[in-house]
């Protein structure tokens, strides 16, 4: 089975075994890397489509045994609830918006409609 993952914003997972070479840029899960240019420094944005690798490979196991290790606050959220069961995780609904996942946010109640309590004497 297909598993797919979206990393969280705050967290930079490395590839499993993987050995970069003196001024080899990062390589993270999920994420690209956009080198430093017009004065902004390099940062690794998330990409939009989900990392997917199948259940039992070494990716997908650093992932869930990641996700196990920091329940509290894990650094992917699972794309899908066929993998949230899968792979035994909680499924979290998230949005990606300038190159950041992030859990969704429920809406923003609207302005109530009754007239605020005025004191009057």
């Given amino acids: ?23 080899q840029p ?8 956009v080198p430093a240019a017009g004065g902004k420094p ?7 489509d989900p990392i997917e690798c199948e259940l039992g490979s070494e990716v997908a196991n650093r992932i869930i045994r990641l996700m196990t290790i920091d329940a ?3 650094p992917f959220f699972c794309a899908d ?9 909680p ?16 809406p923003a109640l609207p ?3 009754e007239p605020e309590p005025t004191d009057s004497e």
């Fill in 91 to 106: 499924f979290v609904k998230a949005d990606f918006e300038a190159g950041v996942w992030s859990e969704r946010q429920p």
């Fill in 81 to 89: 609830e066929a993998t949230a069961a899968a792979a035994g995780l």
């Fill in 26 to 33: 990062p390589m993270y899960l999920g994420r690209s890397f």
């Fill in 72 to 74: 509290i606050d894990p």
């Fill in 42 to 48: 390099s940062c690794s944005p998330a990409l939009q």
């Fill in 1 to 23: 089975m297909t598993l797919r993952f979206h990393p969280r914003h705050d967290h930079r997972v490395f590839y499993p075994g993987l050995k970069t070479a003196n001024g």
């Fill in 111 to 113: 302005p109530s409609a």
